[in-house]
């Protein structure tokens, strides 16, 4: 499913080599922890979170056809020190 999950996600956004997708067993169930680059974040939401909502029923959908039972999730981590930007959005905050 953590393939899956990474492959899908690659094909949504537009800086896939940022994309990493861990897997977190807690509880019984799995959470799927998503790491993109920021300016991604709502390429993978979607307009009021359709796509991640598709994302998460087609995991479910997945977990339940390989036979495994318990909870899955996948959530988005965002984390505060991804600062990859272009050299023209770093000129742009210079010159502000």
Known sequence: MQAFLEYAVKGLVD?????????????????YELRLHPTDVGKVIGRQGNTIHALRSLVMVGIGRLGKSGRCS???????????????????????
């Open 15 to 31: 800086r896939p080599d940022a994309v990493t997708v861990t897997e977190v067993n807690d509880n019984g169930g799995t959470v």
């Open 74 to 96: 996948v959530e988005i981590v965002e984390d505060e020190t991804a600062t990859d930007e272009t050299p023209a959005e770093a000129a742009a905050e210079s010159e502000a």
